[in-house]
């Protein structure tokens, strides 16, 4: 499977974007999102089963990012409001085929496929 992210940018604190990430492929994966800032390890920030039912979120965007999938075009949105200077990152979309909690879902190691980054930056 590719996956495509797009939607990244430039924002002031406290206002939003929505990253898209499109599938190439079946639909029947379960999905995250990761981000990287300069010097730092890649981390988790949410993710959402190939049904859409189960959703999971890192705390640090709890209340702010929300997670959803439109199966019938393949895509997984990640609307972030409330962005703050330390949400500036490469955010990347990943797919896994296999197992998926709220534990596995969290790990990079979980994840089968993964897009290119787009840039999100925030400035205060």
């Known amino acids: 499977v590719q996956l495509q992210a797009s939607g990244g940018g430039l924002v002031q604190a406290g206002g939003s974007l929505r990253l898209s990430c499109a599938a190439s492929g079946r639909s029947s994966y379960h999905m995250g999102w990761f981000r990287q800032a300069p010097g730092k390890e890649r981390e988790f920030v949410a993710a959402?089963?190939?049904?859409?039912?189960?959703?999971y979120y890192a705390d640090s965007v709890k209340g702010r990012f929300t997670i959803s999938r439109d199966n019938a075009k393949n895509t997984v949105y990640l609307q972030m409001n409330s962005l703050k200077p330390e949400d500036t990152a490469v955010y990347y979309c990943?797919?896994?085929?296999?197992?998926?909690?709220?534990?596995?879902?969290?790990?990079?190691?979980?994840?089968?496929?993964w897009g290119q980054g787009t840039q999100v930056t925030v400035s205060s």
């Open positions: 990943a797919a896994d085929e296999g197992l998926f909690n709220s534990i596995s879902s969290r790990r990079l190691g979980t994840y089968d496929y």
């Open positions: 959402i089963s190939w049904s859409g039912g189960f959703t």
